[in-house]
């Protein structure tokens, strides 16, 4: 096992590594941008090392500032966490040549399954369901008109390297399409140094519904279950849940065993979430694997009682997964709310700025995962959630009413946070009834 770990991370994920660390007898050593300078989970941290000015540019996705600090610190591994350097196959490609061993799946396995285009070709060849569209990334306008012509309007442009919900452009009829190919390109090669498009059949009425899946290094997969991640605004998750509500259980074997299939397939190690749409008849369509542990992985900890984050250490540094597919179970409903300092009423506008007053909830069934507490201060550098709040009930009727409860519970000040919109999503009847997709959170702000 690994004796020293770095977390090239921030915020609430790099104290969720630091605990999982601390659990497992490894010392945890973080690195910290100038914004980030006297956070508290740092304290929490076996060490804490500088790595240069606020902008992410120059601390949190410098690969050479994060090495050094490795090599100074003198670690075994890294751990990424999400977004910044964890979906980098250069990174994890650099980590290896440094003999330091990435917290994550091989460069490899992570081009193999990361890439959207080559993804595809992977859950072809593994017998995954995929979106009609086209076979790989498109060149010429033609070609994409012709392909948009066979699966029909509307179609969807997508970055092959695109992420975080940027880079997509929706398509009603042949004219769009041609207008907004070159955009896409550039938009693409600006925002993630690849121009490189595809388009897919847009599934309008969609619910997403992502699989957790784990493998190690010695060729063994397991799921451990799904989660409905409908509830967007600008196809960014806003709540999760787990598992799916009202999904058929033998469409839920379906889909799960296809996801574990599918890294097995690309002798994937570590976690990773293959993520699907589903239409009203619940036929699956891949959209795509993300490589990483994900923001929402304590619903599927909270449903498996697995431990996700520690079980990924474990994998890294070779260990067999402990358990076979038939001892995952499912157990109970879990919900998990992003918290985030945004003003609902203006337009979602981040809010940072000091926290006089932090009083997160508590009780039964009840899972803060916050690097916040009172007098911290928000910085503006950085995505704005400053935790998830989660629980766990035995039913999806129960799980809701007790979210209910912990958001009248939950007090922040004097920062705009997203608490007041969860609460009254809480109260929606269509909501309640599990009546959900991907527009409806855009119908429901309209
Ligand atoms: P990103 O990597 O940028 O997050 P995804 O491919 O995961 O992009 O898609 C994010 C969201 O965009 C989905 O959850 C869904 O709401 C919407 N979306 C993507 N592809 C389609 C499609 N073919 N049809 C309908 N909606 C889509």
Do not use: W
Not at 59 to 64: P, Q, R, V
Not at 163 to 172: F, L, S, Y
Not at 304 to 325: N, S
Request: proline content about 5%; glycine content about 8%; aromatic content about 6%.
């Amino acid at each position: 096992m690994f004796s020293r770990i770095l977390i090239a991370n921030r915020g609430e994920i790099a104290l969720r590594v630091i605990r999982a660390c601390r659990e497992l007898g490894i010392e945890s050593v973080c690195v910290y941008s100038e914004a980030d300078r006297g956070a508290p989970y740092l304290e929490l941290a076996d060490e804490a090392i500088c790595i240069g000015p606020g902008p992410a540019r120059e601390s949190y996705l410098n690969i050479s500032r994060i090495i050094a600090a490795a090599e100074v610190a003198n670690v075994d591994a890294i751990h990424p966490g999400y977004g910044f350097l964890s979906e980098r196959a250069e990174f994890a490609a650099v980590c290896r040549d440094c003999k330091i061993e990435f917290i994550g799946p091989s460069p490899e396995a992570m081009a193999k399954l990361g890439d959207k285009v080559a993804c595809k070709r992977a859950a072809k060849e593994a017998g995954v369901p995929i979106f009609p569209g086209s076979e790989g990334a498109v060149e010429a306008e033609d070609e994409a008109v012709e392909i948009a012509a066979k699966i029909g309007y509307p179609v969807i442009i997508k970055a092959a390297a695109g992420g975080g919900g940027r880079g997509m452009r929706v398509c009603h009829n042949e004219a769009a399409l041609r207008s907004n190919l070159r955009n896409a390109s550039q938009e693409a090669q600006n925002a993630f140094g690849n121009g490189a498009v595809f388009i897919e059949k847009f599934l309008e009425h969609a619910r997403h519904i992502e699989v957790q899946v784990l493998g190690d290094k010695h060729g063994h997969a397991v799921h451990l279950f799904e989660r409905d991640c409908s509830m967007q605004r600008r196809h960014q998750k806003v709540i999760e849940e787990g598992p799916a509500p009202g999904l058929d259980h033998r469409k839920r074997d379906k889909v799960c065993d296809s996801a574990a299939r599918l890294i097995q397939h690309a002798e994937y190690s570590g976690a990773a979430t293959v993520e699907f749409l589903m239409d009203a008849q619940q036929n699956f369509y891949m959209l795509e694997v993300n490589t990483r542990v994900q923001v929402e992985h304590p619903v599927t900890e909270l449903i498996t009682g697995v431990d996700i984050v520690k079980e990924m250490i474990k994998v890294a540094a070779g260990q067999p997964l402990p358990f076979k597919q038939s001892d995952i179970r499912l157990n109970g409903h879990a919900i998990e709310c992003r918290i985030n300092a945004e003003d609902p009423d203006r337009n979602f506008m981040p809010s940072p700025g000091t926290i006089t007053r932090f009083e997160p909830p508590g009780g039964p069934g009840v899972r803060m995962d916050t690097h916040v507490v009172t007098g911290y201060t928000v910085p503006p550098n950085y995505d704005s959630m400053i935790g998830k709040l989660l629980v766990h009930a035995p039913t999806r009727a129960e799980a809701i009413e007790r979210m209910s409860r912990a958001l009248r519970e939950f007090r922040v000040e004097p920062i705009k946070t997203t608490i007041g919109l969860h609460r009254r999503l809480m109260e929606n009847s269509s909501f309640r009834e599990g009546g959900i997709d991907i527009h409806f959170l855009e119908r429901l702000l309209k």
